[in-house]
Antibody
Framework: EVQLVESGGGLVQPGGSLRLSCAAS????????MAWVRQAPGKGLEWVAN????????YYAASVKGRFTVSRDNAQNSLYLQMNSLRAEDTAVYYC???????????????WGQGTLVTVSS | SYELTQPPSVSVSPGQTATITCSGD??????GYWYQQKPGQAPVLVIY???ERPSGIPERFSGSSSGTTVTLTISGVQVEDEADYYC????????????FGGGTKLTVL
């Protein structure tokens, strides 16, 4: 069974940093693109970042570019999101997702982890 | 920036057919995907590439595409189908930017 388990969320002050982790199991992690998607309380879904399986390509939403960094350790079957200069508007549940890529521009998210809550507040 | 537009809410009675639309200028060139999210749970993929259904998703879920609109149809709606539904696509810029619609709350009366 494919499983994605996020950790590392919590309360952080504005301007602070946090590192999220995602432990993957049940599939060959090193063969898949991975991504982070977030959802602010009571709001819709927002894509955050994608990372290619071999780490040669990464893409970010404009709202986080320059502040967030996505990375992975294929030996540990783990995905990470380093979040710096956090703002109140970054408050959200952050989901780790596997990306199914048919070809460039034809890709979707399946499955999703249960998410980890990040709260940015003083 | 590229946007996908969904109706905020749709209401149907059990056994009826629910249709949820998603409109975007890029949809004639990009596929649409649909996710179901029940309260307190993570989203689940229900339709990919406009009309393909993942294994384990009931046959009452179907998808279609026409012009700038993709549509999720749930035939014979059941009470357990009450959830938020999100469409997703790509912005087609080649930078792998992913876009989600604002979500539609399906209420089963």
């Amino acid at each position: 069974e494919v499983q994605l388990v996020e950790s590392g969320g919590g309360l952080v002050q504005p301007g602070g940093s946090l590192r999220l982790s995602c432990a993957a199991s049940g599939f060959t992690f090193k063969d898949f693109w991975m991504a982070w998607v977030r959802q602010a309380p009571g709001k819709g879904l927002e894509w955050v970042a994608n990372l290619r399986h071999d780490r040669t390509e990464m893409y970010y939403a404009a709202s986080v570019k320059g502040r967030f960094t996505v990375s992975r350790d294929n030996a540990q079957n783990s995905l990470y999101l380093q979040m710096n200069s956090l703002r109140a508007e970054d408050t959200a549940v952050y989901y780790c997702v596997r990306v199914i890529v048919a070809t460039m521009g034809i890709e979707w998210f399946d499955p999703w982890g249960q998410g980890t809550l990040v709260t940015v507040s003083s | 920036s590229y946007e996908l537009t969904q109706p905020p809410s749709v209401s149907v009675s059990p056994g009826q057919t629910a249709t949820i639309t998603c409109s975007g200028d890029g949809l004639p060139k990009q596929y649409g995907y649909w996710y179901q999210q029940k309260p307190g749970q993570a989203p689940v993929l229900v339709i990919y590439k406009d009309s393909e259904r993942p294994s384990g998703i009931p046959e009452r879920f179907s998808g279609s595409s026409s012009g700038t609109t993709v549509t999720l149809t749930i035939s014979g709606v059941q009470v357990e189908d009450e959830a938020d539904y999100y469409c997703q696509s790509a912005d087609g810029t080649g930078h792998r930017n992913v876009v989600f619609g604002g979500g539609t709350k399906l209420t089963v009366l």
